[in-house]
C-alpha cells in the first residue's frame, strides 16, 4: 500500500511538469521513493546534486526543495527512468553487463589450465612455455574464449600462479612422503585401536571390503553370506559379525559422500560451461547481425 502511495505521488509529479507548479508529498511517501524516483523529483525542480550521493543524503535534498515549481525535463527525465527500469530488473542489468566469473576452482578455465600443468602438458618452467605460447596453445578451447580471459597481465599473473602454486604442491608432497616415512618408523602405529580391537583405517580387511562392495556383493550377498564366505577369513578374524554390518554401511556411506562431492563439482563445471557457451554464441550473432553483407554488383 505504501509503495502505491508513492508511485501516486511520482505520477501527480509528473502531471504537473505542464503546470510548473508545486507539488506536496506526504512524508509516509517519501519514505517509500526509491533512489531513481528520488533523482527525477530532484530533476523536476532543476535542483542540482552529485551523482553519487546515498538515499539519506538524496532525500534530505529532495524535502528541502518541496516548495519549489515542477518543470518538465524530458532527456534527463528519460535517463532516470532508464536507469529505474534497470533498477528494477536485475536479470536485464545482468544481460546489459556480463560481469567475469570468479577465479576459484570452479572456473573451467583454471581448471583447464591446472590439469594442463599437472599432467606436464604446460611446463612448470615459463622458460620452456612463456604465458603468449601457452596463450595461443589453447586459445581455441572453449574455456579460453570466456569474458576475462584475454591475453594480457591479467592471464599471465593468473598463469604464473598456477604455476608456483602447483610446483609447491609437488615439492611439499615429497617432503611430507618422506617426513611420514621417518615418523612411522620412529612411533609404528599401534596393531589395537583404543577399544581393543584390531584397527581398521588403512587394514587388509578394510580394502578387501571396499573391493567386495565395488564389485556389488553386498547387495547380491546377505551380510552373514558374505561374512562367512570361504575365502573371507579375514574379515572374521578382524571383526565380529555385528561389526562387519556397521563397516559395510560405514563404506557405502562413505562411497556415496565422495561420488557426491564429485558429482556436484563436474555439475559445477558443466553449469559454467554452458554460460561460456551461450555468452559465446551471443558474441557471435551481435558480431553477424552488425556485420554489412555484400550487396551484387550492379549489371551494366
Not at 141 to 160: K, S
Request: aromatic residues 6%; glycine residues 4%; proline residues 5%.
Amino acid at each position: 500500500m505504501d509503495n502505491d502511495i508513492a508511485h501516486r505521488f511520482v505520477i501527480e509529479s509528473s502531471l504537473n511538469r505542464m503546470t510548473n507548479a508545486p507539488v506536496a508529498i506526504p512524508k509516509e511517501a517519501l519514505e517509500r521513493l526509491t533512489v531513481a524516483q528520488i533523482k527525477a523529483e530532484l530533476v523536476c525542480r532543476n535542483v542540482a546534486f552529485q551523482s553519487k550521493l546515498r538515499k539519506k543524503a538524496l532525500l534530505d535534498l529532495l524535502k528541502d526543495s518541496l516548495h519549489l515549481a515542477v518543470v518538465e525535463n524530458t532527456e534527463m527525465l528519460n535517463k532516470t527512468s532508464a536507469s529505474a527500469k534497470l533498477d528494477s530488473h536485475p536479470k536485464q542489468r545482468e544481460e546489459e553487463k556480463e560481469m567475469p566469473m570468479v577465479w576459484n576452482d570452479d572456473h573451467p578455465a583454471r581448471k583447464l589450465l591446472y590439469d594442463e600443468i599437472a599432467n606436464g602438458s604446460i611446463p612448470l618452467s615459463a622458460d620452456e612455455m612463456g604465458p603468449a605460447e601457452v596463450y595461443c596453445n589453447y586459445c581455441d578451447t572453449i574455456e579460453l574464449q570466456m569474458p576475462g580471459m584475454e591475453y594480457g597481465e591479467t592471464f599471465t599473473r593468473r598463469l604464473r600462479g598456477l604455476r608456483e602454486m602447483i610446483a609447491g604442491d609437488f615439492d611439499r608432497s615429497s617432503r611430507d612422503k618422506n617426513a611420514l616415512q621417518i615418523a612411522m618408523k620412529v612411533h609404528p602405529p599401534p596393531r589395537l585401536n583404543h577399544k581393543g580391537k584390531p584397527q581398521w583405517n588403512g587394514s587388509l580387511a578394510q580394502a578387501l571390503l571396499k573391493y567386495d562392495i565395488s564389485q556389488g556383493r553386498h547387495e547380491t550377498m546377505t551380510v552373514m553370506e558374505l561374512y562367512n564366505k570361504e575365502n573371507r577369513e579375514l574379515y572374521r578374524k578382524t571383526l565380529s559379525a555385528e561389526d562387519f554390518r556397521w563397516k559395510i554401511q560405514q563404506e557405502v556411506r562413505t562411497k556415496k559422500y565422495l561420488y557426491t562431492l564429485k558429482y556436484r563439482s563436474e555439475l559445477k563445471l558443466k553449469s559454467n560451461i554452458e554460460k561460456i557457451k551461450k555468452a559465446a554464441k551471443k558474441n557471435h550473432e551481435k558480431i553477424m547481425k552488425g556485420k554489412p553483407t555484400a550487396k551484387p554488383n550492379d549489371e551494366k
